[in-house]
């Protein structure tokens, strides 16, 4: 079954360094997001990304995030100058339709960011 | 704004005992999309079962059945006969207008 998956599976990054999180989306998904779940909190939308462009994003994703599909496969999100606070799991997830379609989206195995 | 809200934060059960996951939500949305995720504690996200607002036919799958009532703006989840395996962080979650919006999950203890 075709899956979303997510490099790395855990990172350890010191403060103030930059970190970039790469995921390779569903094949003939077009539609691609980025969530995160901080320790024991539920889950929050950062941003979506359809056709080389941000969709939506919320209060979460400012200037210190980023979003990027550099090929036909990859979609990263970039984090500058980390905070302790963005310690979290990230999840990166795909749909084929848009989300108001009601389109299952899919989501990888996570990438658990520490910063120190 | 869409609410999901999952007030059991955890619930504890003898395996094969039967258990019911509930989750309320709130919409202004006339279309809207709800969705049950189950989260294992490796930690991915694995999707169980989507229903739309408009088909409020209940579904069951294996052990596995769900109850959507528009009228009380729930869509609870019974897990039948539970396994250990079963044992997770459970997540509702809505979309519709907004981007997909997650309830505060459910962790479910199924012990041997």
């Known amino acids: 079954e075709p899956e979303v998956t997510q490099t790395p599976s855990h990172q350890v990054t010191q403060m103030g360094q930059e970190v970039i999180l790469r995921c390779v989306p569903i094949s003939n998904h077009l539609y691609f997001y980025w969530y995160r779940q901080i320790l024991g909190q539920k889950v929050e939308f950062l941003v979506s990304?359809?056709?080389?462009?941000?969709?939506?994003k919320s209060e979460i994703f400012d200037d210190q995030f980023s979003v990027e599909r550099p090929d036909g496969s990859n979609f990263t999100l970039k984090i500058r100058s980390t905070k302790l606070e963005d310690s979290a799991m990230y999840f990166c997830a795909s749909s084929e339709s848009p989300r108001d379609s009601g389109n299952t989206i899919y989501f990888g195995e996570g990438s658990w960011l520490t910063v120190v | 704004a869409q609410k999901v809200t999952q007030a059991q934060t955890e619930i504890s059960v003898v395996e094969k005992e039967d258990v019911t996951l509930d989750c309320v939500y709130e919409t202004r949305d006339t279309t809207y999309y709800l969705f049950w995720y189950k989260q294992p504690p490796s930690g991915e996200l694995v999707f169980l079962i989507r229903r739309n607002s408009f088909d409020e036919q209940n579904e069951i799958s294996g052990r596995y059945s769900w109850n959507f009532q528009k009228s009380t703006s729930s869509f609870n989840f019974t897990i039948t006969a539970s396994q250990v395996v079963d044992s997770a962080v459970y997540f509702c979650a809505l979309s519709g207008n907004t981007p997909l919006v997650f309830g505060k999950g459910t962790r479910l203890s199924v012990i041997a």
């Open positions: 990304f359809y056709n080389n462009e941000i969709s939506e």
